[in-house]
């Protein structure tokens, strides 16, 4: 589901390759400037080299057939999982072709998940979720036929016929953080979290840590990660209400949870404080979890619709690259809330993303 405007953007699109001695600063993949909510088309005819051994041009997928396979957790999320499958139907109708998905119960399961597809005649296969970086590594290089895209999976190896879409977490946390600095009465803001086994959430913390110190050095900070595993940490509800209500029993007023189905809860608790606030993650929460719009002022975007749509686009016509595609980041409208934002602060995060963006001001994350 697209966002209808955004009150920043960082567009950071392209190629940004590990095998050839890149990686993912400011610069990754070309120039960052402000643009509408969307992401810019990797270059045609773009080739990378692993082992020394360039990887040969891919042709157009003819007969195209779509896979998604989840991350722990489920399609209709309302965040991570539901933003893949979103993606892969537009993509799919788009193409006039057929999709499904699977959902992934345990992380054991990530590799027959993927077989699955590889068995049933997928031609494009998308998995979501930097956890399933192995199982689809080696799918793809077992598989040399089929097209791969990997959500939140740098590429390093590069494998030909994978292509990672990845995003800049930290800049999108650092923007949110700098809004509840800005934004807070109490001078204490927290965030919940899924796991810290999953490096985007932990970009996600530290440049919300980071963005809210930035702008407000006196702001107290209560940041806490689910402490299951990856087969819990982002469906857990009922943790994330729990861990957001002793936020705000310890005097926070804004609270971001980032952590799929636990980070909802964590919003929909927040929802029952008068006057709190709080910071969806991953997509425009404001059009997912309703019962977050008493508090919701704003989320910290990936836009994985577009991206993983782009990417689909240009496997079936033979532009897709190998190597890290940088899908854009940004802050989603405050929507109802607008008037909880005063226009001085509007001002400063519309200055600070530009400076966010070009690299004047860094997040200090350091992956």
Known sequence: MKATKFVAVLAVAGLAFAACGGDDDDDAGGDATTAPAETTPA?????VGTAGTECEPRPPVEEVNIGLVTDVGKVDDKSFNQSAWEGVQAAGEAADAPYDYIETAAATDYASNIGQFVESGATIIVTAGSALTEATSAAAA???DITFIGIDQFQDPVVCNLTGLVFNEDKAGFLAGA?????TESGTIAAVLGTDQVPPVVAFKEGYENGAEH??????????????????AF??????????????DNGADIVFGAGGLTGN???????????????????DQWLTVPDAHPCLVTSAMKLIVEGVQELIAAAIDGSLAPG????????????????????????????LTEQVVSGEVPTGYEP
């Not at 469906?235 to 705000?248: F, H, I, K, V, Y």
Request: charged letters at 25%; glycine letters at 10%; one cysteine or more.
């Open 142 to 144: 077992e598989n040399p």
């Open 43 to 47: 270059s045609e005819g773009t080739t």
């Open 179 to 183: 809004l509840a600095g800005l934004l």
């Open 324 to 351: 890290d595609f940088i899908g854009a980041v940004g802050l989603a409208d405050f929507h109802d809330l607008a008037d909880r934002v005063p226009d001085d602060v509007k001002a400063q995060i519309d200055e």
């Open 215 to 232: 702008v407000n050095p006196d702001v107290e900070i209560i940041s806490t990660y689910h402490p299951g595993g990856l087969d819990v």
């Open 235 to 248: 469906t857990d509800p009922e943790w994330g209400a729990t861990t957001a209500r002793q936020a705000l």
């Open 265 to 283: 809860g964590a919003l929909t608790e927040v929802a029952k404080e008068d006057g709190a606030l709080c910071i969806g993650v991953d997509t």
